[in-house]
């Protein structure tokens, strides 16, 4: 096991226990991204697959974000699309375009081929990254490692690229509920490896995205999604925190909190505070929810909105962030604007300390 | 005032006034559309615009699904987009793509330069399609107009293109406000004699579309797109009976039943029939809501999920339908399994008549 310097900052931990805090931690989805200019710079000499793929670069670009705004979490650069390329699919990426999968799932049969790879070989270069951001860090924010779900993996592996609707990945769980079922489990199984690797890599909590789970009736979830991220989520409990973010399953925030093990969930902006509260009894830590087009607008707003927001979920059991990921087209100066809000919370003349 | 002919068949009127019926009538959401051969057939020799523009055409193509399938309702086959081009939008569609809007609106002054047009006279071809509809259909079925909400119609504006998150339309909203309600209400005023004509032309019942108002948060919903959506559907309450379908907006079903003078409500399939009602107290007709994916698995499941979409829902006030429109690449015949179980639901044996 490798030493990591002390915690600094626990902020992020102490809330995903449920802890006395003065603020919400605060991190951003996606902070390591293209609405950075050093992250661009970094885009123009490298591929996609050299930046997710060289531990050095990966843990580079994870730091841009603390430099700049010294937020209370990391979240490693990496892609959701590195489990199906353990399992087998072939991803190609055009800069500009979404990612491709060349062999994507075409029948049941196709289906039951998939099987548990040894994803620790074959994603060391993510561990490798995670300890060396662990490093750099150097105690002064936690840090994150994700995967992305079984039911969302799914949806890119049989459509083969992103679309509105994955109409042909429900398809096929629709005509082929058993070969989705193995598919699924298999990619529950391997993600459960991956991510206590890297918890064992320096990892100190670890996300599940389910970016496509609102694309499912709500009976469809409890059948598709539902049962493999708490599959994860129970199976990780004893390593770290994790943190269940379904956009869109607002429907699920109940199950989700009564019946897994995870510590957070995440909340997408068009949930209430007061809806999800009400939903999980006030009894689990919530992340969220600013809607990620306003910042675009003006900071005044940003200002205001985050405060607001803020006061909505309350101090505690509760994780500042957006409801879904920074978009490319955010001013540097907006995204300071959420990130110095959360920060001073509490602190401004006026307010109760 | 023009005759038309006596109605056979009025369940869905009936079902819209809340009245007693033995089985809930059935329409789709883009039920004259590309999975009909037929359509195909007339999409390969007329432009979208003049299929659009040709009253003949438009009442060819509505016509389409009610010889196949004689369901209780016609849609009109229109666009949403033709409030917009009325509006002085210039609207390019090549097929396969989305639509383009040429100029959209760039700045505040843009906004605040659109007026009421006269849009009896710029949509006349809509009107006089309802009118040749509702004589073909002999009574055999209700005919519904519609209409694109004003903030659905507002994201195509200013995006100028379909869009996943209608980022840049929203960024407008939040930095121009006052413009952004400049240009809403004068959708709104547009979109409330457009559909007093439709109906004055032969119009039963209207549906407004807001296709995109899940994209807001509930307190964005709130202001830009609720307070549209019920002058709407208040204006109209006198003339037909209105359908207001705010997709995604699950949060909004309480609201749109309690302060508008709505006469149903559009449900999508991420919404259980037991919240709906739940949020509705059962005092309003609703409508929806299988996944339009469901259609591309087995008939089977079709027959199973839609019988017990029926009794979720209950037979009195309600309107089977899609969550959404059906997609192009629907079998026929699963199509056909949708309004087939809707039909007979009830008279089978074994059922309770």
Not at 77 to 84: G, N, Y
Request: hydrophobic letters at 40%.
């Amino acid at each position: 096991m490798t030493d990591f310097p002390e915690m600094k900052n626990d902020l992020l931990l102490r809330a995903l226990r449920g802890g006395e805090v003065t603020r919400p931690p605060v991190w951003m989805m996606r902070q390591a991204g293209r609405y950075l200019p050093e992250y661009m710079e970094l885009r123009g000499k490298y591929s996609f697959f050299e930046r997710v793929e060289t531990p050095e670069l990966a843990a580079e670009i994870t730091m841009q974000p603390i430099r700049r705004f010294s937020p209370d979490a990391a979240i490693i650069f990496s892609d959701i699309l590195v489990v199906p390329q353990a399992l087998g699919s072939h991803v190609t990426l055009e800069e500009g375009e979404g990612p491709r999968i060349l062999n994507p799932v075409r029948s049941a049969e196709d289906a039951l081929g998939y099987a548990v790879p040894d994803v620790e070989d074959r994603l060391h270069y993510v561990m490798e990254a995670l300890t060396l951001t662990r490093k750099a860090l150097y105690g002064q924010a936690s840090l994150i490692g994700f995967a992305g779900a079984p039911w969302t993996l799914l949806c890119y592996m049989v459509e083969g690229r992103g679309s509105k609707d994955f109409g042909k990945a429900k398809a096929f769980c629709y005509s082929h509920p058993e070969a989705a079922a193995h598919l699924l489990q298999v990619i529950a199984d391997t993600t459960v490896r991956y991510l206590k690797a890297q918890v064992a890599a320096g990892a100190q909590a670890v996300q599940v995205f389910d970016s496509w789970s609102g694309l499912l009736s709500p009976e469809d979830f409890n059948v598709f999604s539902f049962p493999y991220l708490k599959q994860i989520a129970d199976a990780l409990a004893g390593d770290a925190p994790v943190i269940l973010y379904a956009k869109g399953s607002w429907y699920a925030l109940e199950a989700l909190k009564q019946r897994t093990k995870a510590s957070a969930l995440g909340v997408d902006w068009t949930v209430t505070p007061e809806y999800a509260r009400e939903a999980t009894r006030n009894e689990i830590t919530l992340q969220g929810n600013l809607d990620p087009s306003r910042l675009l607008g003006p900071t005044d707003g940003i200002v205001k909105l985050t405060r607001r927001m803020i006061e909505r979920f309350g101090v505690r059991r509760y994780i500042a962030n957006l409801g879904h990921g920074i978009t490319p087209n955010v001013p540097v100066d907006n995204a300071r604007a959420f990130f110095d809000t959360v920060k001073e919370y509490g602190t401004g003349p006026g307010s109760i300390v």
